[in-house]
């Protein structure tokens, strides 16, 4: 079997296809043939090493967080999942390895996967899925009636945001692309505005939750865009952005936990077709590292792009 990987921290180069065994499960462990997996900006994150406090200097390191599969194997406590179980979840940061055809997981971070979803459908939901909605209920807290603005309404975290939101009842804002106004629009946004133009001031001040889902949102805008007593929340940390939340009770910079407790709210939704995200596009594992160059470069998606593997399915 061949996986993707990379032998030290560094650019997109660095990824490659190479063989690999897995060890059999621990205690709590689960082994899944993947069906699917789906690419999120963590994945070259953790590769270029901006997450290296947490995930160490042991190589080589396999790529990838997001996954959909059937169950292999178990280990010996594990008593509520048995071989042939299709599930969803992500794998451990420190590990790794959802761009593979096999890979081994907790048993905290999977769900059963509804007959409703393929496998593409609810591999393309974890990280994503989960962000928007720890920062929107969890954290924000948001209630219907409130009013959110929403940066970068349509990729894959934009997507499931609007989603949430519209079952919470809150009225949401997006900022967008031009070329992606009018799908901005479908998707149920109050307002949609360009992001190439400056915000307009008669938005100052009039939102309960701010939630930046792309980074590009500077500290001012997020500040002049909040009410009093409103929060902003950012998933693209910077250092201003961490000193900026260290010192602010309204600024918080979040890292998703995808653990199963977080993940099966989100898996619900999209089983009662009340969170969609699209997957614009799809390619086998050798093609992958071209396609997460390509993303990292700064290929724009309004949706998930996602590895299959169809011997799997």
């Not at 897995?22 to 699917?36: C, D, F, G, T």
């Not at 199963?260 to 898996?267: D, F, I, K, W």
């Amino acid at each position: 079997m061949e996986r993707l990987e990379y032998d030290r921290y560094g650019g997109p180069e660095l990824v490659h296809l190479a063989s690999f065994t897995l060890s059999p499960p621990q205690a709590n462990e689960v082994v899944v043939r993947v069906a699917a997996a789906s690419i999120n900006p963590v994945d070259w994150k953790i590769r270029g090493g901006d997450m290296k406090i947490l995930t160490g200097s042991k190589f080589p390191r396999a790529m990838g967080s997001d996954f959909a599969g059937t169950v292999e194997a178990v280990g010996p406590k594990v008593t509520d999942l048995k071989p042939g179980d299709a599930v969803v979840g992500t794998v451990p940061m420190k590990a790794s390895g959802a761009f593979a055809p096999v890979l081994i997981t907790t048993r905290d971070l999977v769900v059963k996967k509804p007959d409703s979803l393929s496998f593409a459908e609810a591999a393309s939901l974890p990280v994503a899925g989960v962000t928007a909605w720890l920062i929107l209920v969890k954290y924000a807290g948001l209630k219907r009636g409130q009013t959110l603005f929403l940066n970068g309404a349509t990729g894959a975290v934009g997507h499931a945001a609007i989603a949430i939101a519209r079952e919470i009842g809150a009225e949401v804002t997006g900022r967008v692309g031009p070329q992606s106004i009018a799908q901005a629009q479908s998707l149920g946004l109050s307002h949609a505005l360009d992001y190439t133009k400056p915000l307009p001031t008669t938005l100052d001040g009039t939102f309960d939750v701010v939630f930046d889902a792309n980074g590009s949102l500077s500290i001012g805008e997020g500040d002049r865009l909040i009410k009093r007593g409103g929060k902003v929340f950012d998933i693209a940390p910077t250092k201003w952005k961490f000193l900026k939340a260290l010192i602010s009770r309204s600024r918080k910079v979040i890292i998703a936990n995808v653990k199963a407790e977080n993940l099966q709210p989100v898996v619900d939704l999209a089983a009662a077709s009340k969170l969609a995200i699209p997957i614009v596009q799809t390619v086998s594992l050798a093609q992958a590292p071209a396609l997460l160059a390509s993303l990292e470069q700064g290929k724009r998606l309004n949706g998930k792009a996602v590895i299959a593997f169809p011997d799997a399915q």
